[in-house]
């Protein structure tokens, strides 16, 4: 039933953060839908012995179209320790003739995995920004087996998906996501791995709210 049957779901989505296995932090990801498009905020926020040791302030805001989850623009500013970086994208400003690909950043991908048109797909293509040649890259999300991930939301049978070898050697500096979809109506973004500077930053969720 849950496969057949559409859902949209504006909602906010509560994290704990570790870096390294050490707690330390939260982050928030909210979602709207407004007609045919989505909105969307990614803010993640260090404290305590984690902010000492590697202080992380993120924020990444997403427009995209609906329902082919393009992106239509994004404002990522990024401050991770000592390394400050600020990237923007907006599709009405850039040459049609470089986009042989739309674009769909590794957050609007996350997104999407949230609706039931793309819900348990074997994988999903990310079209990421190249800003240094002005074209899009193609990186597939690949849908492993399913992992039991205990969050203090509740232990779930998750979706795990994954960006392939080649996104690493293509984008030496910018941070690959990994995803756990959970198997309930809604479906949730149970945890969440980012490859940040100096290592890995987890996103365990504590709660939605609607």
Not at 57 to 70: C, G, K
Not at 98 to 107: A, G, K, Q
Not at 187 to 199: A, E, F, S, T
């Amino acid at each position: 039933i849950m496969l057949n049957t559409h859902f949209l779901f504006s909602a906010e989505y509560i994290f704990d953060i570790y870096f390294r296995g050490i707690s330390g932090g939260n982050a928030s990801l909210v979602v709207e839908y407004q007609n045919d498009r989505v909105f969307s905020s990614f803010i993640i926020h260090s404290s305590g012995f984690v902010d000492r040791l590697f202080r992380v302030r993120d924020t990444t805001y997403v427009i995209a179209d609906y329902p082919d989850f393009y992106t239509l623009s994004y404002d990522k500013r990024i401050h991770e320790g000592n390394y400050h970086s600020s990237r923007t994208f907006n599709v009405n400003q850039v040459s049609h003739l470089s986009l042989e690909n739309p674009v769909r950043d590794e957050y609007t991908a996350l997104i999407m995995l949230l609706d039931s048109l793309y819900f348990n797909a074997d994988s999903i293509q990310v079209n990421l920004w190249d800003r240094k040649d002005s074209i899009t890259v193609p990186i597939v999300l690949y849908r492993g087996p399913i992992d039991y991930i205990n969050s203090p939301a509740g232990t779930y049978a998750c979706q795990k998906y994954e960006p392939d070898k080649s996104f690493r050697s293509v984008f030496k500096n910018e941070s690959d996501l990994v995803i756990w979809i959970s198997h309930t109506y809604p479906p949730l973004p149970v945890q969440m791995q980012i490859r940040l500077k100096y290592g890995f930053l987890n996103c365990i969720l504590r709660k939605a709210v609607p």
